[in-house]
């Protein structure tokens, strides 16, 4: 027979589990920054909702390339292409402790000689909750590719 003890400790293994098996609902948006000389900041109607990551950076032109949501199963990976050789791969790892949700994010650039593997270029832990946040430095001929998350 299972004592009262056993079934609350089973209760609490299963609730602190439970977050890591529910998929994360990720929104991101591929933008791209460019210097095209204008006076005031050109934002496409896409690059507009995320402005507030974008309007410190040193570009006058926003192109969104890309912008989906994505539902991330947590420990697999989603690859995502990006802009000429870039591909970004996104996994979702489960909560911190103040319930921020961790993503690891690795972008690969791939060789021109498709016999050399691809290289990793950036790798970083995101820790998503309310606020957006971003990756840059991805160069373009045209300019830079900007990633910019948000959790829903």
Not at 116 to 123: G, Y
Not at 126 to 143: Q, V, Y
Request: charged letters at 30%; hydrophobic letters at 40%.
């Amino acid at each position: 027979m299972v004592s009262a003890t056993g079934i609350c400790v089973l209760f609490l293994l299963t609730a602190q589990a439970a977050p890591e098996r529910t998929p994360l609902s990720l929104q991101y948006w591929v933008v791209e920054g460019c210097r095209e000389g204008h006076e005031e900041t050109v934002f496409d109607a896409n690059a507009r909702v995320v402005r507030d990551a974008l309007e410190d950076l040193p570009f006058d032109t926003w192109r969104t390339l890309h912008k989906q949501t994505a539902r991330l199963q947590s420990g697999q990976d989603t690859r995502v292409p990006l802009k000429e050789r870039y591909t970004l791969i996104l996994r979702y790892t489960g909560r911190d402790d103040d319930g921020r949700a961790r993503v690891a994010a690795t972008v690969e650039l791939a060789s021109k000689d498709p016999e050399n593997a691809p290289k990793t270029v950036l790798r970083t832990t995101l820790l998503l909750s309310r606020e957006k946040a971003r990756i840059g430095g991805l160069r373009t001929e045209t300019g830079e590719l900007v990633l910019v998350f948000s959790v829903q």
